[in-house]
């Protein structure tokens, strides 16, 4: 019998042992060809972003800032549905807003 590590948060099928990845640590699990064959997952460009903003010069953010703005379609002015629907990427986006250097 098998042993899996989880689900994979792209295609939802069960990850064998040892056949998985994680972006981040603690984040979500995800079969390494999911990642390559979906490189623009919701989820794993959101993971991707959170990496990025840990190894960006405060200087840099308004640069990854406007990339999330791009990808994600985030609103020009607050938008309650969009904030509810999109909960991580503005707690990742107020994050990087609130760290820049202006």
């Keep these: 019998m098998k042993d899996y590590e989880g689900i994979c ?7 064998e042992e040892g056949k998985g ?3 981040i640590k603690e984040g979500r699990r995800y079969h390494e060809s ?3 064959e979906q490189p ?3 989820y794993v ?3 991707q972003m959170k990496v990025k903003f840990l190894n960006t010069d405060k200087k ?4 990854l800032m406007a990339e ?3 990808f994600f379609s985030i609103p020009l002015l607050n938008d309650n549905t969009y904030n509810q629907e999109n909960g991580e990427v503005i707690k990742l986006y107020r994050e ?7």
């Design 68 to 70: 999330m703005e791009k």
């Design 34 to 36: 999911c990642t390559h």
């Design 45 to 47: 460009k959101l993971e």
């Design 96 to 102: 990087m807003s609130n760290a820049r250097d202006l």
């Design 21 to 23: 990845t994680q972006i």
């Design 40 to 42: 623009n997952n919701y």
């Design 9 to 15: 948060a792209i295609c939802f099928e069960p990850i």
């Design 60 to 63: 840099e953010i308004h640069k």
